[in-house]
């Protein structure tokens, strides 16, 4: 898939990621992109359409779609990369919490991969989902949120082997990035939250993505590290029983130090 001249649409572009990404796809000629999200976008390029929707909602996500078409002919490239992730002990019932991160980080990217299949019959078209680290390895702390990145992971697996058009459902697995994600999400707590290791920079994983698309790759890791590391649990999962159990020690730590 080329991006020369294609009609993007990337989610969760405010920050993190997303801004990172929205930086290195306007160095591309041609390029006509939607930038989603939830908050108010800053932008510097007149490649670059502002839209703002909360993709947990299906009308909202139509809406978005809507909107894409008056602005273009056809829609080439959807990067869904919003989402958002509690760090915490489950405890009580809660459905609405449950509800809602399933709502952003699984039925959305998912009712958008679905909508760009039904939009591009017969002609090539790339969606990306940013998945995370955690969909291979649990962390403790981060249940829900890697729950919701592992039924992406398994959604891909299966539908590979079920593709049949002419386009590509891509992956990519960032480990921890160094963005407010885990320091001014409204759905972490603030209170010194430790980040996984090791950690790398949102302009890394833009890198990732950009030569995920142009190749063509359905699996993206943008940590060689993370790479070493999948390769040796696949042989060895006990080796990733110490790293488990370190941050279960750590969440019991932050849990002791809120009381």
């Given at each position: 898939m080329q991006i020369i001249n294609k009609n993007i649409i990337v989610t969760g572009a405010a920050s993190g990621i997303g801004k990172a990404l929205l930086n290195q796809l306007i160095s591309f000629d041609g390029v006509n992109i939607i930038a989603v999200d939830l908050h108010q976008i800053?932008?510097?390029?007149?490649?670059?359409?502002?839209?703002?929707?909360?993709?947990s909602q299906q009308t909202e996500i139509d809406r978005l779609f809507d909107f894409?078409?008056?602005?273009?002919?056809?829609?080439d490239i959807f990067i869904a990369n919003a989402g958002f992730g509690y760090y915490e002990e489950v405890s009580k019932p809660d459905w609405q919490r449950i509800e809602s991160i399933f709502q952003v980080n699984v039925f959305s990217p998912i009712y958008s991969f679905q909508k760009m299949?039904?939009?591009?019959?017969?002609?090539?078209?790339?969606?990306?989902i940013t998945s995370s680290a955690m969909a291979k390895l649990a962390i403790p702390g981060y249940a829900l949120y890697g729950a919701t990145?592992?039924?992406?992971?398994?959604?891909?697996?299966?539908?590979?082997?079920?593709?049949?058009?002419?386009?590509?459902?891509?992956?990519?697995?960032?480990?921890?990035?160094?963005?407010?994600?885990?320091?001014?999400?409204?759905h972490f707590s603030n209170f010194n939250i430790p980040i996984p290791f090791p950690a790398q920079m949102p302009k890394d994983v833009a890198n990732a993505?950009?030569?995920?698309?142009?190749?063509?790759?359905?699996?993206i890791f943008p940590s060689k590290l993370f790479q070493i590391g999948r390769f040796l649990q696949k042989l060895f999962e006990i080796i990733v029983l110490p790293y488990q159990y370190f941050y279960g020690k750590?969440?019991?730590?932050?849990?002791?130090?809120?009381?």
């Open positions: 800053e932008v510097s390029s007149d490649k670059i359409t502002t839209f703002i929707c909360d993709l894409a078409l008056t602005q273009f002919k056809t829609i299949k039904e939009l591009n019959v017969g002609r090539e078209y790339f969606v990306m990145k592992a039924a992406l992971d398994r959604f891909e697996d299966a539908y590979r082997f079920e593709n049949q058009d002419l386009g590509r459902l891509s992956l990519i697995y960032p480990i921890a990035t160094k963005t407010n994600f885990f320091k001014s999400s409204t993505m950009i030569k995920g698309i142009l190749e063509n790759k359905t699996h750590k969440l019991k730590k932050w849990l002791n130090a809120k009381k």
